[in-house]
């Protein structure tokens, strides 16, 4: 069984967090009511915390004024009772402390914080991006590294550096590099959590802290029972959780669609606040969308508690 000194304190965000999506309304407007029901039902359902204006909240396509209102009519629905990471990065550093002082001012916990995309900065250039924004406000910050999208690895070494600022406190990981993600959790404080769904498992087992997960807003409390089950030592039963997603992580995950068009087009097909998605994104069709709902019903048909 895993005891409170075999794993580092969680930092603020908790352990279970879900990257949400951005309701719209039909006419593509944002849907704060929407935002506020899905939220409510997402901490409800056992999320610690929420990612707001993550890239599966759509954060390329809503204005500054947007996020900022999305933060506070979240933090209006769930008060206390989880924290909220507001995604604030871009490819302009300028920018990026920009929104970083208004998610502070608007209610936000934390900053979710990737890389600059495009511009692909080199290593000291994009250490310097991240002190600046630690630097400009009083929020602990997680930096994203999701180099697949962004074109920039944050590289170990240089994650190790950025661990002595005292407000860069956590990771989220979509480096798909377990051996760099060890030798950064050997080194430093940091938390780390495990930004691919399939990887949730396989980060924890190693020391991260928890998860920020899309496929939690159509399940929220089925990786949350993984990471139970793994601390109360079933390790069997955290395994057998994990394969059991696999059926919907797929789907939703690795079919050729972003994730925030399969995640829509789900919560639209429960009767969810979602709303339709922004160009240049597309709505899934109705087989996807046929074929996503049989993928959750199956699932939840299994594991009739993951239904929240």
Same mark, same amino acid.
């Not at 950025?162 to 051996?179: E, F, G, I, Q, T």
């Given at each position: ?19 949400? +999506? ?14 506020? $029901?899905?939220?409510?039902?997402? /901490? ?11 890239? =599966?909240?759509?954060?390329? =396509? %809503? %204005?500054?004024?947007?996020?900022? #209102?999305? *933060?506070? #009519?979240? !933090? &209006?629905? *769930? ?14 550093? !300028? ?8 998610? &502070? ?8 914080? /990737?890389?600059?995309?495009?511009? !692909? ?5 994009? &250490? ?24 920039? $690895? ?5 994650? *190790? ?7 860069? +406190?956590? /990771? ?8 760099? =993600? ?11 959590? #495990? ?28 990786? $949350? ?35 925030? /068009? ?15 998605? $922004? ?20 699932? =939840? ?8």
């Amino acid at each position: 069984m895993t005891t409170e000194d075999d794993r580092p304190a969680p930092p603020p965000f908790g352990r279970a967090l879900c990257a949400m +999506v951005t309701p719209f309304t039909d006419s593509g407007a944002l849907d704060l009511d929407g935002a506020q $029901r899905l939220a409510d039902r997402l /901490v409800a359902a056992g999320c610690d915390g929420l990612v707001l204006s993550g890239t =599966t909240g759509e954060s390329p =396509t %809503t %204005t500054d004024a947007e996020k900022s #209102a999305l *933060v506070t #009519a979240v !933090r &209006e629905a *769930v008060g206390s009772r989880a924290a909220l990471v507001a995604g604030v990065g871009t490819a302009d550093t !300028r920018h990026t402390v920009e929104l970083a002082l208004a998610a &502070e001012k608007a209610g936000a916990d934390g900053l979710l914080v /990737v890389a600059p995309y495009y511009s !692909r900065p080199p290593q000291d250039a994009l &250490e310097a991006h991240f002190r600046e924004i630690a630097d400009a406000c009083g929020l602990p910050l997680a930096l994203y590294d999701i180099p697949g999208r962004t074109g920039t $690895r944050i590289e170990p070494g240089t994650l *190790v550096r950025l661990a002595d600022h005292p407000r860069v +406190v956590a /990771v989220k990981d979509c480096s798909y590099d377990l051996l760099g =993600t060890q030798k950064v959790l050997s080194r430093t404080s940091l938390a780390y959590y #495990a930004g691919c769904d399939e990887q949730i498992l396989a980060l924890y087992a190693i020391g991260a802290a928890g998860y920020v997960s899309t496929v939690a807003n159509v399940v929220p409390g089925l990786f $949350r029972a993984l990471l139970d089950a793994f601390d109360a030592g079933d390790t069997g039963a955290a395994a057998r959780l994990q394969r059991r997603a696999l059926g919907l992580i797929e789907p939703m995950m690795a079919a050729g669609l972003p994730g925030t /068009v399969t995640t829509k087009a789900l919560l639209g097909a429960l009767g969810l606040p979602s709303g339709p998605v $922004r160009a240049p994104l597309r709505a899934a069709d109705r087989e996807t969308t046929a074929e996503l709902l049989a993928a959750y019903r199956e699932l =939840t048909s299994e594991a009739a508690q993951f239904q929240a």
